[in-house]
């Protein structure tokens, strides 16, 4: 598995699993859009910690620079 992901992307990501986690335990979104958004912000966190992205492969992106 060969990073695929730059530091811009990674903090990105991270942010935006920080906001969708704010938004769900503050109540601001809920039901089952609030669980898509944990599961979301799960798989960003995840990719961010590990620097690849699957999807990233069958489109030939690398933001690593």
Same mark, same amino acid.
């Given at each position: 598995? !060969?990073?695929?992901?730059?530091?811009?992307?990674? &903090? &990105?990501?991270?942010? +935006?699993? #920080?906001?969708?986690a704010f938004?769900?335990?503050? @109540?601001?979104?809920?039901?089952?859009?609030? #669980? &898509? +958004?944990?599961? +979301? @912000?799960?798989?960003? #966190?995840?990719?961010?910690?590990?620097?690849?992205?699957? +999807?990233? &492969?069958?489109? !030939? #992106?690398?933001?690593?620079?």
């Amino acid at each position: 598995m !060969k990073a695929n992901m730059g530091n811009l992307d990674r &903090i &990105i990501r991270t942010a +935006l699993a #920080i906001v969708f986690a704010f938004l769900y335990f503050s @109540g601001v979104v809920s039901g089952t859009l609030g #669980i &898509i +958004l944990l599961v +979301l @912000g799960a798989v960003f #966190i995840l990719t961010s910690l590990v620097s690849f992205c699957p +999807l990233y &492969i069958p489109f !030939k #992106i690398n933001t690593r620079s």
